[in-house]
């Protein structure tokens, strides 16, 4: 190394002098915030928007909406993140072992001393990764029952107002139309989206849940039926029909769709979540209404075809009438045999009425006869002797059964006497009671000293206050025996 030329130290870069000692630095110093501002622009300043191929890998998808993933390939990886605004906007969603190409700039993230790519645009990288994504998303739809034919609806045959999803300015919309004013001209509401590009997915989808949150009544008409339609196209034309927030909502339409995407080979997930599927537009329209000049034929048709079974009928129905008229009997000979019976009986009735005044008369002759003045006096008589009889025996009747009545009354009185402790009282017996509420004591243990009593005797109550119990134990076996000579039971007076 030249004489002139310092040393310097590798790692800190400062100038060293002969003796190794550290002189003063001459390199710039940057704070933390500045390098790292230095690098992001060195970073987008040199490679600006990139388009990158590779595989996805980890994908995380946070609260926030962003969406966080790695493209790598065999020998690197790559941080990536789609943020919520652009996430929202994309075709399809990144899933990992895809293979895409992402479109945005290269740029760094300073809290964690990383670089990463800021996602614009994502699209596959070739038809085979759509397909796949295509078929993973089907079986995810089918195993929730999205696809079940038992939840699909029938179309109705004649719908008052139909809805049409697709494109106001394309072909498609005219085609259904013209041929719905050619078969059966019906009221047609077309709500417009975009049937390709980014934004069609949430506007198809939002279209669909629209028409089904129309009120029945309300100033726009629900429509009876919903044609979702697009002309053909490539898979990545026809991407936005695959995408599940589309097959969602047609799967949970209340009014019956019919999708028309495609022409006959094109398959899209809308049509496995529709209630019928059109190979074209047209054919949706064909589906979707009768044919009136046919429905009119028909209808003539019937109109001709009742006529002359009325007609039939009516010619069968007269020819069974005059054959069973011919069988008939004339009305004379029906009449006859009554017009006979009608003068015999008249002349039966007669002779009748004559014997049955006779048989009165006599009846009532010998009833006359019975009510003589002197057979009345003597029923009479009779009748009165009857009487008599029967009161004389119902006088004596009552009087002995007061009798009983009266013996069994005083029975029962002296034994109500004989159980009213009055009598008692009336013996030199005293009923003691407790003055606050009035209930007899029947053993000494339930006075108690101070105890305010009444007692009653047979003229009248005295008042008296309670006091000490009785002695009980050795002197009461010092007690006389009871006065009856020792039966253990006294006498009252």
Request: with cysteine; hydrophobic share 40%.
């Amino acid at each position: 190394m030249p004489d002139d030329i310092p040393a310097y130290d590798p790692v800190t870069g400062e100038i060293l002098d002969d003796g190794a000692a550290p002189l003063a630095p001459n390199v710039v110093e940057y704070s933390v915030s500045q390098i790292s501002g230095a690098i992001r622009r060195t970073m987008e300043d040199t490679f600006g928007r990139v388009r990158v191929r590779g595989e996805v890998g980890r994908v995380s998808r946070p609260a926030s909406g962003h969406v966080y993933l790695d493209l790598k390939d065999d020998r690197a990886v790559l941080a990536a993140v789609i943020w919520r605004s652009n996430a929202g906007r994309l075709r399809f969603q990144p899933e990992e072992g895809l293979e895409v190409i992402a479109t945005g700039k290269i740029t760094t993230y300073a809290g964690q001393s990383k670089y990463q790519l800021v996602i614009d645009a994502l699209e596959p990288a070739g038809e085979g990764a759509l397909l796949a994504q295509l078929e993973r998303l089907k079986k995810k739809l089918a195993a929730e029952g999205l696809f079940d034919e038992a939840r699909k609806k029938p179309p109705p045959w004649l719908p008052e107002v139909i809805g049409v999803i697709t494109s106001p300015t394309g072909a498609v919309i005219r085609d259904i139309l013209h041929r719905l004013a050619d078969r059966f001209p019906r009221r047609v509401i077309v709500w417009p989206v975009r049937v390709q590009g980014d934004t069609c997915a949430p506007e198809v989808a939002a279209a669909i849940a629209g028409f089904n949150a129309l009120p029945d009544g309300g100033p726009i008409p629900r429509p009876d039926l919903l044609i979702v339609a697009r002309g053909g196209g490539s898979l990545e034309d026809l991407w936005g029909f695959n995408d599940e927030r589309v097959v969602r909502a047609a799967a949970a339409s209340a009014i019956p769709l019919i999708s028309a995407v495609g022409h006959e080979t094109d398959t899209t997930l809308i049509d496995h979540a529709a209630d019928r599927r059109a190979p074209t537009p047209s054919a949706a329209a064909e589906m979707a209404v009768p044919v009136r000049a046919e429905l009119l034929a028909r209808v003539r048709d019937l109109g001709a075809r009742l006529s002359r079974a009325m007609a039939s009928l009516l010619t069968q129905r007269r020819q069974q009438v005059t054959m069973l008229a011919r069988a008939l009997p004339r009305p004379d000979d029906l009449l006859a045999q009554a017009r006979q019976r009608f003068d015999l009986a008249g002349a039966r009735l007669t002779h009748a009425l004559h014997r049955l005044t006779e048989t009165k008369r006599l009846a009532l002759t010998r009833a006359a006869a019975r009510l003589s003045p002197a057979r009345l006096t003597d029923r009479l008589a009779a009748q009165r002797q009857q009487v008599t009889q029967l009161a004389h025996r119902l006088a004596q009747t009552a009087r002995q059964h007061t009798a009983r009545q009266r013996a069994r009354l005083e029975a029962l009185a002296r034994v109500l006497d004989s159980l009213d402790y009055r009598a008692v009282l009336q013996r030199g017996y005293a009923l003691v009671r407790r003055t606050d509420d009035g209930r007899p004591l029947t053993a000494a243990r339930l006075v108690t000293p101070g105890l305010p009593l009444t007692l009653q005797f047979a003229d009248g109550t005295a008042a008296a206050t309670g006091g000490g119990p009785a002695g009980t134990g050795a002197d009461e076996t010092k007690k006389p025996p009871p006065p009856d000579g020792g039966g253990g039971r006294g006498s009252l007076p």
